[in-house]
T-cell receptor, first 112, second 117 residues
Framework: QKEVEQNSGPLSVPEGAIASLNCTYS??????FFWYRQYSGKSPELIMS????GDKEDGRFTAQLNKASQYVSLLIRDSQPSDSATYLC????????????FGTGTRLQVTL | GAVVSQHPSRVICKSGTSVKIECRSL??????MFWYRQFPKKSLMLMAT?????????EQGVEKDKFLINHASLTLSTLTVTSAHPEDSSFYIC?????????????FGPGTRLTVL
């Protein structure tokens, strides 16, 4: 059973702080990792993708991947109230290039 | 603008009726589309992979006779919930897999909220 694990939260951070979201996955063969943001009642939107060990930065977002530890994280700097949403970690299924397994999501609350 | 559209966005139906949801890829031809279901406060669960011109591949536990998928063209996949019951009430989301070199992941539609009375 391929699994993607996330803490469901809620994770509460004050405005301007760094939010750290974590995800672990079970299948060592996975090669592609994605973070999606989902607002209540809406469909997911892609925030970041990462394929290699290390950090990948895009604006206020940084994705971190450690394949040896089977761990991927998302850092959000200077958190804004508009960042309040559920963040879904998704991992590809090896051998099925585009098929994804999603984690349960972490709900982030950015407080004023 | 929207890359993948879904119709309808919201539907309410009586128990026992069938409901068809359309998923259209607007910017590219998609040989593969995916159908997901999401219950409140739960994650996306893949129901099936829709392949243009061939039968859909269903995930374990998903009844293929209840959730009929048709992918008749490279831009359209439909999901029909047959003989819907209240437990089928959920948020149904499709995604389209773009061609190689277009982008690195699926594009999601806006979702269809189904309520079965």
């Amino acid at each position: 059973q391929k699994e993607v694990e996330q803490n469901s939260g809620p994770l509460s951070v004050p405005e301007g702080a760094i939010a750290s979201l974590n995800c672990t996955y079970s299948d060592r063969g996975s090669q592609s990792f994605f973070w999606y943001r989902q607002y209540s009642g809406k469909s997911p939107e892609l925030i970041m993708s990462i394929y290699s060990n290390g950090d990948k930065e895009d604006g206020r977002f940084t994705a971190q991947l450690n394949k040896a530890s089977q761990y991927v994280s998302l850092l959000i700097r200077d958190s804004q109230p508009s960042d309040s949403a559920t963040y879904l970690c998704a991992v590809n299924n090896p051998g099925t290039a585009s098929k994804l397994t999603f984690g349960t999501g972490t709900r982030l609350q950015v407080t004023l | 603008g929207a890359v993948v559209s879904q119709h309808p966005s919201r539907v309410i139906c009586k128990s026992g009726t069938s409901v068809k949801i359309e998923c259209r890829s607007l910017d590219f031809q998609a040989t593969t589309m995916f159908w997901y279901r999401q219950f409140p406060k739960k994650s996306l669960m893949l129901m099936a992979t829709s392949n243009e011109g061939s039968k859909a591949t269903y995930e374990q536990g998903v009844e293929k006779d209840k959730f009929l998928i048709n992918h008749a063209s490279l831009t359209l996949s439909t999901l029909t919930v047959t003989s819907a019951h209240p437990e089928d009430s959920s948020f149904y989301i499709c995604s389209a897999d773009p061609p190689a070199g277009y982008t690195d992941t699926q594009y999601f539609g806006p979702g269809t909220r189904l309520t079965v009375l």
